[in-house]
């Protein structure tokens, strides 16, 4: 008796671990040594992160509803937390990667995260979220592929091409924090990089000789999709392949209207997925270039990215000029109405067989208005801090979902204020209180000098509009309220506005914030609280049971072995998980 009681409590606890981790879809496994390295991008010796050696890191290719399971190991001398931008985390903000609601991994640990991508296709990157990490790297590509059954709105192309670009300091991180901590600005980057390498030498006054470049190898005649994301810190970049039109086709999980474009700008954590036709007569080898926007030309030069497109036909190697920017020094509109004309391709499939228009926007009514304004740099209470609405966040030890799990009081305020504030600016760890199926209207209020891109964890929103100047309420007249493109991210330009809107249809903590590092480390962020006032698991999972604890609940901190599934490789964990998911269909059927 007591050996049948025993196995039924063994099927039972099988089953609760199969059905939280959607036993039905895939899992893919990952393993990542996060490390420093010592690399030479700008042709000075400095330490970079790498993930497995490798600097970038290695894509993470996976099809929708796919489990992704990746075990990383801190080897830095620093804690460390990877989060997934874009990837929205359904029902899971434990996996999200941030302050607000992991506790960080420390030095020579290990975690794993675990997360379904549900219902999302589309190009993402990851990076390392706290200590200004992502300014020395540990970034990488992340891929999510639609299932066989349900088509691309193009042809399948003939190759994937990753590029990552961003502005880039050969000082450490470290240096570039301390920098920061003192009061000063970081001034002009270095340079630009394009996979993690530095310019090809173009110009020999610009670019030493000995510098590694990127070469990306086509074919003549195929047809590549370039997905194009800007990973750097804070500087705007313009995207070009000398004599090659970019027809846009995604960006950041959504199928775009396709339309053909010279050049595009891409600001810091954007996204975007170009088809490249190789149509040229390979003469010569072509500059692939990403180069600083508005910025005074002539000074930033060097902040100038170059790769080379290799035909396997080519008949020598690219020289002469690069290929122009847009001559828009005095035109301030052009970059605006270029993003402006980025629309949601409606009668596509995205990651469900409906088309994405289904999902009719324009017609639910706003529940809640946010108006956040930023501004440039403040002193508050002696420090240089940045601010939303005059409030410079403040992480706290113990994260947000944490506490709330495990009713740890005084934590966080639910008091972040609607509007731009009249009072000092302060220091606070102050929260959007989200509605559960409530439908938001954010405004993003730009009175800073330079371009600022916004991100909200755990969602996609509809970007309905921008435009220059104060937003007020007849700016509701010029919302796009069809085909406005569902994204992650949405740049503001300074002294102007951008509208977004965004169903809180997932519950968890999630972390809104400016994905200008240098900003978002000095407190440009806050976090929406979303809450389901019925406890299920149907909306959210329950805690993982390798919740790492910090802060007012270190006590509750185990050994580094807490869990079964941290301490095993990932071909291990994946028998573990088969065996698992085995056993319980054996049980099913006794």
């Not at 420090?383 to 409030?391: A, D, E, S, W, Y």
Request: charged share 15%; hydrophobic share 35%; with cysteine.
């Amino acid at each position: 008796m007591a050996s049948i009681s025993s196995q039924l409590l063994l099927a039972l606890h099988i089953s609760v671990i199969v059905s939280l981790c959607s036993a039905a879809d895939p899992f893919v496994y990952y393993n990542f040594d996060v490390s420093y390295i010592t690399a030479s991008p700008l042709g000075v010796p400095q330490q970079v992160i790498a993930v497995n050696g490798k600097f970038p890191g290695p894509p993470l290719n996976v099809t929708t509803n796919n489990n992704v399971v990746v075990n990383v190991r801190n080897k830095l001398d620093e804690d460390l937390l990877m989060t997934w931008a874009g990837v929205q985390q359904r029902k899971s903000s434990w996996q999200d990667g941030v302050l607000g609601t992991n506790c960080p991994i420390p030095p020579k640990w290990n975690w794993t995260y675990q997360f379904q991508v549900k219902d999302q296709i589309g190009s993402f990157f990851y990076f390392p979220s706290i200590n200004f990490q992502r300014a020395a790297g540990g970034y990488g590509a992340f891929i999510i592929n639609n299932r066989p059954i349900i088509p691309i709105p193009f042809a399948t192309p003939d190759g994937d091409i990753v590029v990552l670009i961003g502005d880039w300091y050969t000082r450490n991180h470290t240096d570039l924090r301390k920098t920061l901590n003192g009061g000063k600005g970081l001034g002009m980057p270095d340079g630009v990089l394009v996979n993690g390498k530095g310019p090809y030498r173009y110009n020999d006054t610009l670019v030493p000789d000995g510098i590694e470049y990127e070469t990306i190898n086509v074919h003549p005649g195929k047809t590549y999709r370039f997905r194009v994301h800007n990973v750097g810190i804070s500087t705007s970049l313009n995207f070009r392949i000398q004599g090659h039109n970019l027809l846009l086709a995604e960006t950041e999980g959504s199928y775009t209207v396709q339309q053909n474009y010279t050049s595009l700008d891409i600001h810091v954590g954007q996204s975007y997925s170009f088809l490249v036709t190789m149509d040229q007569n390979a003469s010569s080898d072509y500059y692939i270039v990403a180069s600083a926007r508005f910025v005074n030309q002539t000074v930033w030069k060097r902040v100038t990215g170059v790769a080379i497109l290799h035909y396997s036909n080519s008949k020598g190697k690219a020289s002469g000029p690069l290929p122009d920017p847009p001559q828009d020094e005095f035109d301030k509109t052009f970059s605006m109405n270029q993003a402006r004309s980025i629309r949601w391709n409606v009668t596509a499939s995205g990651a469900r067989p409906n088309p994405q228009g289904s999902f009719r926007y324009g017609s639910i009514n706003v529940t809640d208005l946010y108006v956040l304004q930023n501004t440039p740099p403040v002193k508050v209470n002696g420090k240089q801090r940045t601010t939303l609405n005059g409030i410079s966040f403040i992480n706290p030890a113990t994260p947000i979902r944490l506490a709330d799990e495990l009713k740890v009081k005084g934590v966080y305020k639910l008091d972040f204020p609607h509007r731009p504030s009249t009072r000092s600016p302060q220091m606070a760890t102050s929260v959007i209180n989200g509605t559960y199926r409530g439908f938001f209207e954010i405004i993003l209020q730009n009175n800073d000098t330079k371009v600022h891109t916004y991100h909200l964890d755990g969602y996609a929103f509809f970007v309905v509009g921008m435009d220059y100047g104060v937003w007020t309420d007849s700016s509701r007249g010029t919302y796009n309220k069809w085909d406005g493109i569902a994204r992650t991210t949405a740049q503001v330009y300074p002294g102007a506005w951008t509208a977004i809107l965004v169903s809180l249809d997932n519950v968890g903590i999630w972390n809104l914030r400016t994905e200008n590092l240098d900003s978002w480390y000095l407190g440009q962020e806050t976090y929406v609280r979303v809450v389901n006032p019925e406890a299920t698991n149907k909306t959210e999972l329950p805690i993982p049971d390798n919740a790492l604890y910090c802060g007012a609940l270190s006590k509750l901190q185990k050994p580094e072995d807490i869990s079964l599934a941290k301490s095993l490789p990932g071909n291990q964990i994946q028998l573990f998980l088969t065996v698992l998911m085995t056993s319980t269909a054996v049980f099913m059927f006794l």
